[in-house]
């Protein structure tokens, strides 16, 4: 089993920045790739980024790149997403989540969530 624990989320003028933070534990969290998701409200969750077990490797939505990066700190068990010139249209309820399974950019490919921080960007 893994737990999963989001923090960093809050409201934030457009052009602003936040990280938010999702602390990982569990035997297998070593071995996990994690993601973040992000849903707004009445819409499907959408992928936003995903960092490889080993931290070497890193994947974006092209909505976000440039603009959001992903990693990950072992010493803490804790991913981090930072956001930088966010927009009304990254409002939306960020998630973390981890897969055993190898990573992938569609929410069935991962196994465990975390609750949620909202993120709110304000025009």
């Known amino acids: 089993q893994v737990r999963l624990v989001e923090s960093g989320g809050g409201l934030v003028q457009a052009g602003g920045s936040l990280r938010l933070s999702c602390a990982a534990s569990?035997?297998?969290?070593?071995?996990?790739?994690l993601g973040w998701f992000r849903q707004a409200p009445g819409k499907e969750r959408l992928f936003v980024a995903a960092?490889?077990?080993?931290?070497?490797?890193?994947n974006l939505a092209d909505s976000v790149k440039g603009r959001f990066t992903i990693s990950r700190d072992f010493a803490k068990n804790t991913v981090y997403l930072q956001m930088s010139d966010l927009k009304p249209e990254d409002t939306a309820v960020y998630y973390c989540?981890?897969?055993?399974?190898?990573?992938?950019?569609?929410?069935?490919?991962?196994?465990?969530w975390g609750q949620g921080t909202q993120v709110t960007v304000s025009s």
């Open positions: 569990g035997r297998t969290i070593s071995s996990s790739d």
């Open positions: 989540a981890a897969t055993i399974r190898g990573w992938g950019t569609r929410s069935e490919e991962y196994d465990f």
């Open positions: 960092i490889s077990r080993s931290g070497s490797m890193a």
